[in-house]
């Protein structure tokens, strides 16, 4: 049995800091977020047989539980990776006023 979190955040990486910052604008314009941090990573993964290092942009997307299926198909569309990475993990505790505030800045029913 699967349950739906209250709030979660949704995690895509991408190869500039120019693509993260669409994607984040996109995404909190369109109220599918509250708000999307963006911070440089170094990736080592195996792609096509190969391990490849690089130069990644994290973006972290702010959201409510039920948004998530919606944001996690925008960040698909929008995305111009292959594979993207969409990786959800809930929020189980947090700041009342900030989870407040994530419900006020997002998308209503």
Same mark, same amino acid.
């Given at each position: ?20 910052? =669409?994607?984040?604008? %996109?995404? /909190? +314009? &369109? ?9 440089? !990573?170094?990736? #080592? ?23 998530? =299926?919606?944001?996690? %198909?925008? /960040? +698909? &569309? ?9 990786? !959800?993990?809930? #929020? ?18």
């Amino acid at each position: 049995m699967t349950t739906t979190p209250a709030y979660a955040v949704l995690t895509t990486t991408t190869d500039t800091e120019e693509k993260a910052g =669409a994607l984040a604008d %996109a995404v /909190v +314009g &369109e109220r599918l977020a509250a708000c999307a941090q963006i911070c440089p !990573v170094s990736s #080592v993964y195996r792609w096509e047989g190969a391990v490849v290092r690089g130069q990644e942009w994290r973006v972290d997307f702010k959201t409510r539980g039920d948004l998530v =299926a919606r944001l996690a %198909a925008r /960040v +698909g &569309e929008l995305h111009d990776y292959d594979t993207p990475e969409v990786v !959800v993990v809930p #929020v189980t505790d947090g700041s009342a006023a900030y989870l407040e505030w994530v419900s006020a800045e997002t998308a209503g029913d």
